[in-house]
């Protein structure tokens, strides 16, 4: 074989980098049948053919070229293999089910339903039909799941790589069938779809490609033989490969995601047309010939000579459109390489008149000279770089030079091995992996031509952390994982899904999901989950998966019940319009949702500090009743529970100033419904009081008798309602009286000042001090004037007035004025009973 004419084929096989037409169209390879010595169709190549007697054998497919810095080894073509001379028959003696790698994956098919005509339909009339839908990518993709199954069944449990080719080519005729409908116009989710089932498609060939030389490993197992010492570059490359599988599989992702970025630029020659020209730097050229016939000077300083250095050594520019020019051509000369189109990218630089650029691109090739071991007379070609080491280290420089175009520094750094530069023109995460994947394969190439006394000594001139790199594709993804974007990429990638299992109500499978996030998001997005979660039966499954997936529940309940009750928040301010005091389905959801906070003991503290928020907002609102039900959900045992925690933590230092303060406040709230709770049965049972009864003629002796027993029975049921009446009005007084004396300060104010500072906390509740406080005077001074306790309502202006307590802080101005208003009223009706104004005895 002319092997000056033909590059070395690369280690994996570039069959995915062809199109879908012609991997069906691939020539079909025997395997055996279950049980049989007859050789079942295959219409998959295996990803490494196993070696014939003659090794030019194996690189005789043409297929696209690439670049990596690791020898015609590396370039692209079929697969090198991992062992020599390895049995023309080897493969047809096997019996793909005398392991168990087919087993384990797949189930017998079902007999009868080989037949799947039914899944297929006309393209154009497929075509036709989605354009009617409201959303034809969705309505396309659910024609996915019976075509896929109908492909499962379709083949044998050993036919994989067939099944795993049917299901890239369902992808792909999908992928064709959105662009019929996008092109008519159609948008909705029909793109997003389609960039979807283009991503699994993709992901379908990496499995594939991976998959294929795993069980290919597996069967050649038995047939490895002794590895030849060489003294070529080439064959000590080949038998790296042959023998390592990470770097194997690692060269696999690079081709991988080469092919990827082939099918993205597609006829790559029909966008760089203008690039049709035979002349280098053909601007600056008619400049300088211009300069020489004219004698004159340049009013902006050119390059005098044209030598491809002369930019850099005579630090001046090129004509400003050469400039230009230049920067998309290393930009289109990048992208080439990155598809592993190193042929083409060699071409265009010719076709640029760079056919020295195009010289730079070659010497990648790991030398070899056939002649050193054939014994023959007739000398044959000597192949690859025989200073490669030195052309290495001048890639390294070149990629090392900040003047030099930044994608002219990449194209050097893929072929060197130097990643910096290299990661600085990655634009996505699949850019990114590519870079890290292929210097990985360069170091771990030459890290083992050195240790095998291959290397040149110009090795040494590259720098120390290239040489001393312990690259494991473990180490590629921390170092992925630490960079901005790859992170960004996931996050976003599991967030996606979470949404989705939690709009399909996949209520077991979130939780697991949603710990693969950063903690703080991790609580926001399980927080989010639980707020949709209103089955009660539901709550302590959900909570025990949070528990199982290692999130930290405290903060995700207590993130829940502060986000529902934030909900709407109303300020803390008088209201001067009539509310809505009802509890309206909101409040209701405010009500249930403290519910999170009372499953685990151990958050009896947060449950008590969370309640009297919700509690805050609803007396604000005089929402009572509201109140009164996030009341009674707090289990009576909590501040005994609070102090027997922290009893078990410190027995002696004091309970937390945080935790005393939120006990005392519960028992403020307390003592504040209990007062508006009797104010409420006072009032209600002032409202009540018997009606006398309206006296009956007086003609006969019966109607007398009925008149004076309805009388009786009305001056008995008013003599027990005055006492019932009488009793309610003590209560309600020493209720309210709890209320504005307070003990230790005063309602809503804190014990404690030693605790954390809120600002919103001690502003709600001042609020609360102004706008309860006058509320509750004035309902008791109704009630005692009711009650025609004027002497005592008088007494409350004693109160309100004291500077022990200084409650006449907390009343505005209109408030104190209703106030004084109603005092005086009774200090009228005192004067009628003859009395002084303050309920005492005229003296004579």
Known sequence: MDWAQSELPSPVVRDDEVTVAARRRRKKVAFPSPGSGSPVISTVTPARPLLRNTPASLFRQAVTPRVPDVSSILAPGGRTPRYTHTPRNALSSLNLD???????????????????????????????????????????????????????????????????????????????????????????????????????????????????????????????????????????????????????????????????????????????????????????????????????????????????????????????????????????????????????????????????????????????????????????????????????????????????????????????????????????????????????????????LMSSGMAHHEVETLPREYLEANWTMEKVFEELQASESKEEVCIDVVKAYVSLLIQDQQTDLVASYVGQLPADLAISQYAAFLETVTQPELRPRCLQLAIEAGLDVSAVTKLVVETVRETDDTEFTHHSQTLETGTTKEDQRKIDVIDWLLYDPAHRAESLKQSNAIMRNFLALQKHDAAKAVFSKVPEDSMREICSQWSGISQTTPLPAEDENAIREHLCIRAYLEAHEAFTDWFRHSSSAPQKPAPAPEAKFTERVANEMREKEYQASLSAWSCRLDALTEDVKERIYNVLLFVDGGWMVDNRQDSEPDSERSHQMAALRSLCLPRLSLLLLSVLQSSSRHQEALRLADIISSDQHCLYQVFSKEELRRFLQKLRESSLALLDRGVDPLGYELQP
């Open 98 to 448: 005398d392991s168990d790698w087919t087993n384990s994956m797949y189930t017998s098919p079902v007999s009868g339903l080989e037949n799947t005509s039914f899944f297929r339909e006309d393209m154009g009339n497929l075509s036709s039909a989605l354009l009617k839908e409201d959303d034809p990518g969705e309505a396309a993709a659910a024609s996915l799941f019976p075509e896929f199954l109908g492909a499962f069944l379709k083949h044998s449990s050993s036919a994989v790589f067939e099944l795993l080719d049917d299901y890239q080519a369902l992808c792909q005729d999908k992928v064709g069938e959105f662009s019929v409908v996008l092109r008519a116009g159609q948008n909705s989710k029909t793109a997003g779809v389609r960039w979807l089932l283009q991503q699994e498609n993709c992901t379908w060939r990496l499995i594939t490609s991976l998959y294929r030389d795993r069980v290919q490993l597996a069967l050649e197992d038995d047939l490895m033989t002794d590895m030849v010492v060489s003294n070529s570059e080439k064959v000590v490359v080949e038998q790296l490969f042959q023998r390592d599988a990470v770097i194997r599989q690692s060269q696999l992702v690079v081709d991988w995601l080469e092919s990827i970025a082939k099918d993205q630029i597609g006829d790559f020659s029909d966008n760089i047309e203008y690039y049709a020209k035979n002349v280098c730097w053909e601007n600056t050229l008619h400049a300088l010939k211009m300069r020489r016939k004219s004698g004159t000077t340049f009013t902006v300083p050119l390059v005098t000579e044209l030598d491809p250095d002369a930019p850099l050594r005579q630090q001046r520019p090129l004509a400003d459109l050469d400039r230009e020019d230049d920067a998309r051509l290393l930009k289109n000369l990048f992208t080439l390489i990155r598809a592993g189109m190193t042929e083409e990218a060699q071409r265009l630089c010719k076709r640029c008149g760079q056919a020295w650029r195009a010289a730079t691109l070659e010497g990648w090739k790991l030398y070899h000279d056939p002649n050193m071991t054939s014994g023959g007379i007739e000398l044959q070609p000597v192949e690859g770089n025989p200073q490669r080491g030195i052309w290495k280290a001048c890639c390294w420089r070149m990629a090392e030079e900040e003047q030099l175009n930044r994608y002219e520094r990449a194209i050097y750094a893929s072929l060197s091995g130097n990643l910096k530069p290299l990661l600085a023109v990655c634009e996505s995460w699949e850019d990114c992996v590519w870079a890290y994947f292929r210097v990985m394969v360069d170091s771990l190439v030459e890290k083992d």
